[in-house]
T-cell receptor
Framework: GAGVSQSPRYKVAKRGQDVALRCDPISGHVSLFWYQQALGQGPEFLTYFQNEAQLDKSGLPSDRFFAERPEGSVSTLKIQRTQQEDSAVYLC?????????????FGPGTRLTVL | DQQVKQNSPSLSVQEGRISILNCDYTNSMFDYFLWYKKYPAEGPTFLISISSIKDKNEDGRFTVFLNKSAKHLSLHIVPSQPGDSAVYFCAASGNNNDMRFGAGTRLTVKP
């Protein structure tokens, strides 16, 4: 069965480069979430979409971070002018319910390393 | 601010014994709590959840207990199996959609 997929799985960027991380949620899931997970920490909420609408972007750490989901399915998280502190695993999750309950289904993550 | 805390970074138990993982939270607006399990190079996988209207939820070998007055929840795994070895994350959410996670506890079950 198709779960949440993310690409690329690993990304190495030079400081200052722009990167784009892709998330393919489970088909039909209305809710999509992005999280950032630093080494040794739990995932931290970045942003939330309900269909194509970005309803919450309160967790985005700076204006260098931008997310979109133009057709209500695939989502892209873009980071401009990457910095070393952006190095983390970026997790995408989807849910069939707008509330994100009872559970969110996570993808395997994209590990971003900024040199 | 860390609204969800898992104070034990690691736990080691013998196969067949009980594993107890603990989690504390500070935000009284949280009304839904979850445990996720994570293997290396994979995303977190949902394990079990509990609503704030309950104090216990059981699913097979896994039981989650919620103590609202203490703002504390725990996950009991009994009997523990070597395949349970993973990192366990506690998570909580309120009436908005952002879910807060603890830092995780690495459980090792020894054969």
């Amino acid at each position: 069965g198709a779960g949440v997929s993310q690409s690329p799985r690993y990304k190495v960027a030079k400081r200052g480069q722009d990167v784009a991380l892709r998330c393919d949620p489970i088909s039909g899931h209305v809710s999509l979430f992005w999280y950032q997970q630093a080494l040794g920490q739990g995932p931290e909420f970045l942003t939330y979409f309900q269909n194509e609408a970005q309803l919450d972007k309160s967790g985005l750490p700076s204006d260098r971070f931008f997310a979109e989901r133009p057709e209500g399915s695939v989502s892209t998280l873009k980071i401009q002018r990457t910095q070393q502190e952006d190095s983390a695993v970026y997790l995408c999750a989807s849910s069939s319910d707008p509330s994100g309950r009872p559970e969110q289904f996570f993808g395997p993550g994209t590990r971003l390393t900024v040199l | 601010d860390q609204q969800v805390k898992q104070n034990s970074p690691s736990l080691s138990v013998q196969e067949g014994r009980i594993s107890i993982l603990n989690c504390d939270y500070t935000n009284s607006m949280f009304d839904y709590f979850l445990w996720y399990k994570k293997y290396p190079a994979e995303g977190p996988t949902f394990l079990i959840s509990i609503s704030s209207i309950k104090d216990k939820n059981e699913d097979g070998r896994f039981t989650v207990f919620l103590n609202k007055s203490a703002k504390h929840l725990s996950l009991h795994i009994v009997p523990s199996q070597p395949g349970d070895s993973a990192v366990y994350f506690c998570a909580a959410s309120g009436n908005n959609n952002d879910m807060r996670f603890g830092a995780g506890t690495r459980l090792t079950v020894k054969p």
